[in-house]
């Protein structure tokens, strides 16, 4: 099956600061979400992006599909911004199976 | 309001016992999913279902038995034969036009 390789596993900032997270994948896609999975577990949807631009506040994110890879930009970090970053994926192949990569772990210091 | 609802948020059973986790959603979604998070680590697909009375497989179905008899509705058991199951368990669905999938707010299952 696709496999979704997230990058970098942990990444520590000062608040303010900015940062892009990665994720790389290894087949043609149908869907690529990015998700933030806040304190008490919940999956906080951020963008649906398959190919292209999206800007929502102070994040954007990129798929370029064509080089199987996207980054999410996350600009004047606040703490709000902690947690689990996670990329997933629904392959050319699956309509409808959702893969996920492992996750960026951000920790926002004040 | 509209939405994927999953109950209970906390529930713990003995070792041994088989326990269902329900999950409901009112988006009019086809596929549902249910996925397992063990602590630190990322989002594991246990089954998913593209349609009524249809499901599939996915990485981590061994334990574990789903139905789907209605589209609104798709609970998932935790049989004796899995031998880990305390773990975050949560439910997903998307629709069939527009495979954006929204997630429920989880249930946390702690076997003793």
């Known amino acids: 099956g696709i496999q979704v390789e997230q990058s970098p596993p942990d990444l520590i900032l000062q608040e303010g600061a900015n940062s892009t997270l990665r994720c790389n994948f290894s087949?043609?896609?149908?869907?690529l979400q990015w998700f933030h999975q806040n304190p008490w577990g919940q999956l906080i949807n951020l963008f649906y992006i398959p190919s292209g631009t999206k800007q929502n506040g102070r994040l954007s994110a990129t798929t370029v599909a064509t080089e199987r890879y996207s980054l999410l930009y996350i600009s004047s970090s606040q703490t709000t911004d902690s947690g689990v970053y996670f990329c997933a994926v629904i392959s050319g192949g699956s309509n409808y199976k959702l893969t996920f990569g492992k996750g960026t772990l951000l920790t926002v210091n004040p | 309001d509209g939405g994927i609802t999953q109950s209970p948020k906390y529930l713990f059973r003995k070792e041994g016992q088989n326990v269902t986790l329900s999950c409901e959603q009112n988006l009019n979604h086809d596929a549902m999913y249910w996925y397992r998070q063990d602590p630190g680590q990322g989002l594991r697909l246990i089954y998913y279902?593209?349609?009524?009375?249809?499901?599939q497989k996915g990485d981590i179905a061994e334990g574990y038995s789903v139905s789907r008899e209605k589209k609104e509705s798709f609970p998932l058991t935790v049989t004796s034969a899995q031998k880990n199951p305390t773990a975050f368990y949560l439910c997903?669905?998307?629709?069939?036009?527009?495979?954006?999938?929204?997630f429920g707010q989880g249930t946390r299952l702690t076997v003793v």
């Open positions: 997903a669905s998307s629709s069939r036009n527009r495979a954006e999938a929204f």
């Open positions: 279902s593209q349609i009524v009375n249809d499901f």
């Open positions: 087949d043609s896609v149908n869907n």
